[in-house]
């Protein structure tokens, strides 16, 4: 079993739409979890990150952790063209060093 | 502010050769990771510096992959012998100390490597 599971889709979604992405993992030492975005061809980067559970927004993304479930989700509000990108969950644990593991990326599309 | 610097951005060579990838990372930034990303996965770190000094090089394959982090600001990746399955994009990544826990990395564009 991975330590960080995420759904590859793609995702297809029309503009204005609300998405939802979504992570599993399995570690519960992990403690800070991350959202990245990663155009084609372009490193990540980093959208948010929150520490433990609860909710965090920027603007039209919202980030939400369940540390009891062990699932975290980034929703992104209506949704535009220019969102159109790979979403990268990631999540750091004290492991002798913090260590930060990514998901494998779900791939979304935005249609206008 | 200046971003992480890659080079070079693509590079294809046949399988059993060398290559090497350069990263020079913002300014300040003690923390310098290597991650490679094959195409459909997330990227996995390889080795993390601390200045100069190695953190966590335990996923890199050390028979065939070394990485020198000199005088504490850029750094150097080398393959050799490369083979087919290290075909993958090269991340380097930098963080002030403190963002290695809290996982705020900061990418360059990586280096797209082709094993033929």
């Known amino acids: 079993q991975k330590e960080v599971e995420q759904d590859p889709g793609p995702l297809s979604v029309p503009e204005g739409a609300i998405v939802s992405l979504n992570c599993t993992y399995s570690n519960s030492a992990f403690q800070y979890f991350m959202w990245y975005r990663q155009y084609s061809r372009k490193g990540p980067e980093l959208l948010m990150y929150?520490?433990?559970?609860g909710n965090k927004e920027d603007g039209r993304f919202t980030a939400q952790v369940d540390k009891s479930s062990k699932y975290i989700s980034l929703f992104i509000r209506d949704s535009q063209p220019s969102d159109s990108a790979t979403y990268l969950c990631a999540m750091s644990a004290n492991t002798g060093g913090f260590k930060t593991i990514f998901g494998a990326g779900t791939r979304l599309f935005v249609k206008a | 502010e200046a971003g992480v610097a890659q080079s070079p951005r693509y590079k294809i060579i046949e399988k059993r050769q060398s290559v090497a990838f350069w990263c020079n990372p913002i300014s300040g930034h003690a923390t310098l990771y290597w991650y490679q990303q094959i195409l459909g996965q997330g990227p996995k770190l390889l080795i993390q510096f601390q200045n100069n000094g190695v953190v966590d090089d335990s996923q890199l394959p050390k028979d065939r992959f070394s990485a020198e982090r000199l005088k504490g600001v850029d750094s150097t990746l080398k393959i050799q012998p490369a083979k087919l399955e290290d075909s993958a994009v090269y991340l380097c990544?930098?963080?002030?100390?403190?963002?290695?826990?809290?996982?705020?990395?900061?990418f360059g564009e990586g280096s797209r490597l082709t094993v033929l």
């Open positions: 929150t520490y433990s559970s």
């Open positions: 990544a930098s963080s002030w100390p403190r963002q290695a826990y809290t996982g705020e990395l900061f």
